[in-house]
């Protein structure tokens, strides 16, 4: 599995998160006046901060070194009313989320 494929969430300033089968899945569902506006933050899999950019029509995500897995967790868990993982890892509650054979293939979270 290389980087590009590991499930990531993305949570906007509504509060309202969506889990991708990859970055790239994410990339071309998001749409760049939001990114510009600055109206997304997210995590993949392994607790990384994403680097969610735009230039021109173009949206790019990319995973950071930044560690941020139990920010991530406590941000998945409040945007699902979760009141705990329940012993899931990070990636399986964000691969639980993903809606199997769609494309992009992502949940909308609430």
Do not use: C, K
């Not at 949206?59 to 899931?88: I, K, W």
């Amino acid at each position: 599995m290389t980087a590009r494929d590991i499930p990531v969430v993305v949570v906007d300033t509504d509060a309202e998160a969506f889990a991708f089968a990859s970055a790239d899945l994410a990339a071309q569902w998001l749409e760049a006046t939001d990114v510009v506006d600055g109206e997304f933050h997210g995590y993949d899999a392994l607790g990384n901060v994403l680097e969610i950019t735009a230039r021109g029509e173009d949206v790019f995500v990319a995973s950071t070194d930044d560690n941020a897995y139990d920010a991530a967790v406590a941000d998945l868990q409040r945007v699902t009313s979760r009141n705990r993982v329940s012993g899931e890892s990070l990636d399986e509650m964000i691969r639980s989320l993903i809606v199997p054979h769609r494309t992009p293939l992502f949940r909308r979270l609430r």
